[in-house]
């Protein structure tokens, strides 16, 4: 489908900047009238989901001056040049709240917005923290939010949480700890992640949430 709709010719950079730029591009449409799009390319992001203990999560608050409001999020940010997701959770994780995560959990991967942009957000489980020290950028307006598990659930239902990505990294979450409480009683069998240790080994095992 991607090829029938899609015109190939060189795209036009009409923005640079350091994390992302925008491409002028042409859609194929049904009457084979090309339709001009801009595209905003990203190299991708992750999204984290700490758990402090088996019944509380951190989220920050942070400043987003696009809407000039603090929103209550996950830890996330974007991949560096030659980066791989598995490397960036764990940074991102120790600059934005100070938290080391011992044990890493690939959940699932997911486009923000792909009406307007590429990005791919990789969402990622942290467990068995150890406060270090966070080591956040110049400007960056974070502060930590620890809030118990069913707290965070309510944020989302009752419209305090906003943001997509930690709507989604929450939700996604609270669906496999209810699959694997589920599995404990008898009921569904909870979902298959494949796990990363700290030190890069990979295992694919059931997801331990309590």
Known sequence: MRG????SRD???LLVTSRFLVERVFQKTRSDAPRERAIVRHPGAVTI???VDEHHVCLIRNFRISVEQTLIELPAGTLEPNETPEQTAPRELLEETGYRAERWTELTAFYMSPGVMDERMHLF???ELEMVAAAREPGEEIENLVVTWSDAIEMVHDGTIRDAKTIVGLLYCDRLRNACQDRRGGGRRGKLVRRHSAIGRDTTEMTNFE
Not at 4 to 7: A, C, G, I, P, S
């Open 4 to 7: 029938e709709l899609f015109v």
């Open 11 to 13: 795209p036009e950079t």
């Open 125 to 127: 489980l942290g467990e």
């Open 49 to 51: 989901v700490p758990m």
